[in-house]
């Protein structure tokens, strides 16, 4: 493993069904974040995960979404009802956080999210 | 929280030209400011980070500054190339007290074409 992965990288949904990703984090990192891409914008940081924690949740995440890391390992991120707004690049990111040292966000290629 | 601006939000140059973008933020407690470079389909990719401590940082033809007082922060490439072209991206957050380097707010976007 030498990288975030994610999947699909692709999704094309209708409105109104759920949808489900994945990310699966580089091995060592502890942290895991999810971010939001739209078109022609910076990434917006959504949640954010230390092993198995969800320690924090931006008010862009509606309560549509949930993100899980069940064993502190891949993470979900699902939306459930989809709306057209929801269209977007599901970025993830992960990087290594100790008392002692702090690495760089090392981020996925994304899940491209289209609701038709 | 914080806010992050970055300008210009397109930048088009002749190849050997020097690009210089610029970003400021808001949060004074903000101490780690990295620069990602995105190619178009592809995940954002640090190129080069800095954090408050320091006020220059040099790595082969992209340097950065830092200026805490006005709190911003510019990506400077000389002697650019068409690979260069591609999309960067400032950022900003806090990292210490338990929250690390991931949990990033991003400008809006840089737009860099490199004409050969």
């Known amino acids: 493993d030498t990288g975030v992965s994610q999947n699909p990288r692709h999704k094309i949904t209708k409105r109104g069904q759920n949808v489900t990703f994945r990310c699966d984090p580089i091995?060592?990192?502890?942290?895991l974040y999810w971010y939001r891409q739209t078109l022609g914008q910076g990434p917006e940081f959504l949640t954010y995960?230390?092993?198995?924690?969800?320690?924090?949740k931006s008010r862009l995440l509606s309560d549509r979404f949930s993100a899980e890391r069940p064993k502190g390992s891949f993470s979900t991120l699902e939306i459930q009802r989809t709306e057209q707004g929801d269209s977007a690049m599901y970025l993830c990111?992960?990087?290594?956080?100790?008392?002692?040292?702090?690495?760089?966000?090392?981020f996925g290629q994304g899940t491209r999210l289209t609701v038709v | 929280g914080e806010n992050v601006e970055q300008h210009p939000s397109t930048l088009s140059v002749q190849e050997g030209d020097s690009a210089v973008i610029k970003c400021t933020y808001s949060?004074?407690?903000?101490?780690?400011f990295p620069w990602y470079k995105q190619e178009l389909g592809k995940r954002p990719q640090l190129i080069i980070d800095?954090?408050?401590?320091?006020g220059e940082k040099k790595d082969q033809r992209i340097a950065v500054t830092l200026n805490k007082t006005a709190k911003h922060f510019s990506l400077h490439i000389t002697e650019t190339q068409p690979e260069d072209s591609a999309v960067y991206f400032c950022?900003?957050?806090?990292?210490?007290?338990?929250?690390?380097?991931?949990?990033?707010?991003f400008g809006q976007g840089t737009i860099l074409t490199v004409h050969p």
């Open positions: 091995s060592e990192h502890n942290r």
């Open positions: 950022a900003a957050t806090r990292g210490a007290g338990g929250t690390s380097y991931g949990k990033l707010t």
């Open positions: 949060d004074s407690a903000s101490n780690y």
């Open positions: 995960f230390q092993n198995e924690a969800q320690l924090e």
């Open positions: 990111a992960s990087s290594l956080g100790s008392p002692i040292m702090n690495t760089e966000a090392f």
């Open positions: 800095i954090r408050s401590n320091v």
